[in-house]
């Protein structure tokens, strides 16, 4: 048993054969190799890694370390994209999903094969879309009816409460117009999609979007029609900043949203 | 922030975007080398202190778009923070967990761990 190494797997899909040149260009998450491991129909794709850097007392200290986090994260989704192009399917794997050797990647497709399996026919085919709304900065957004206007002098108490209460009424229509055009936006795609999943707003400090992030949302789409969904997105972005919002467009993605049924 | 759309083809995604889907989506299937469930639960919270502003992970996408539309930005906002709180809670009993069944010898000594 081999103790310096441990085998690293990104990904399943069905073993159709032509991978190794999709794979032949790119680098795992340790700048090794990465090949497919066939087992039952399905090829696992693994790269051998480095036991100091992958076993759990390192794994464990390596998950807290955000730089390290971000460099395996990119790893690993650059090898589920190689393996997206070349697949008609891929079902990625979570980050940091570590065998001992061959033997032990092999009986885990052994043993999870069924499951494996129905899950690639339900997404055999179909690419995941990343849709984000934000909020633009003030400037950006077009002017409302009073908002081109110097705001009048304060002169009095009075002028000043009259003018905090139009300023919250602004803001909260603002907030209306954001949210009702986030919706709107989301539900125009979803009628596109086959399916569609919520994530929670971004924090700023990963995204650097200085906006505030009103929708971050995933739709699982054909290939084949992955144009159509892109031009709407790209239409529903031209009308956008008229809500005072922005669109971003990221993908396509191997459905990784989707290989797990929607929460009931 | 004027372009109404940002097409970004692979590389544009930001680390927002690859962690959520690394690390919280994909297929989740044992490994060989296991990363225990109390640890697996930490960094899960911790990574959605920092990968979302909030965390009201799955029922959140659900509520806040479908089940209650009435639902104002201001409600909301106040709701996460709440939800905040409880996660950073939660982190603190787990990391006092941690502590409690750790071998010390697993630690490297003043290793900064963040």
């Known amino acids: ?264 | 922030m004027n372009a109404p759309l940002t097409p970004a083809p692979g590389g544009g995604a930001n680390l927002a975007d690859i962690l959520e889907r690394v690390l919280d989506k994909g297929v989740v299937i044992a490994g060989d080398i296991r990363v225990e469930l109390l640890d697996i639960e930490l960094l899960t919270i911790k990574l959605r202190l920092v990968v979302a502003s909030v965390d009201k992970a799955k029922e959140m996408g659900i509520d806040w778009w479908e089940s209650d539309p009435a639902l104002s930005s201001r409600a909301r906002t106040r709701e996460l923070g709440a939800e905040n709180a409880r996660l950073q809670a939660r982190l603190a009993e787990l990391e006092n967990a941690g502590a409690r069944h750790a071998p010390p010898e697993d630690q490297e000594p003043g290793k900064e761990t963040r």
């Open chain 1, 1 to 264: 048993m081999n103790t310096t190494e441990l085998l690293y797997a990104y990904a399943v899909t069905q073993d159709a054969g032509d991978l190794g040149e999709a794979l032949e260009t790119v680098t795992g998450v340790a700048g090794e190799p990465v090949r497919a491991v066939r087992q039952a129909g399905l090829a696992a794709l693994a790269g051998p890694v480095p036991a100091a850097g992958f076993d759990e007392a390192a794994l464990r200290a390596s998950l807290e370390d955000l730089g390290w986090l971000e460099r395996t994260a990119r790893a690993h989704q650059r090898v589920v994209d190689a393996a997206a192009a070349a697949a008609p399917c891929v079902l990625p794997l979570r980050l940091a999903t570590v065998y001992r050797d061959e033997d032990g990647l092999r009986r885990m497709l052994t043993e999870r094969g069924q499951h494996l399996r129905a899950a690639l026919g339900r997404l055999d085919g179909r690419c995941e879309w990343g849709v984000k709304v934000y909020t633009l900065p003030p400037r950006a957004a077009p002017a409302g009816p009073s908002a081109g206007a110097p705001p009048a002098p304060v002169r009095s108490g009075r002028d000043y409460l009259r003018r905090r209460a139009a300023e919250r009424t602004t803001r909260r229509e603002e907030e209306q117009r954001v949210d009702e055009a986030a919706r709107t936006l989301h539900a125009t795609l979803a009628t596109l999609a086959e399916d569609t999943r919520l994530y929670p707003p971004q924090n700023p400090r990963l995204s650097r979007q200085p906006g505030r992030n009103v929708l971050n949302a995933a739709y699982l789409v054909p290939r084949e029609q992955g144009p159509r969904f892109t031009d709407a997105v790209a239409r529903l972005a031209e009308a956008a900043p008229a809500d005072g919002v922005g669109v971003e467009l990221t993908g396509p993605w191997a459905p990784y949203s989707f290989v797990t049924p929607a929460p009931p």
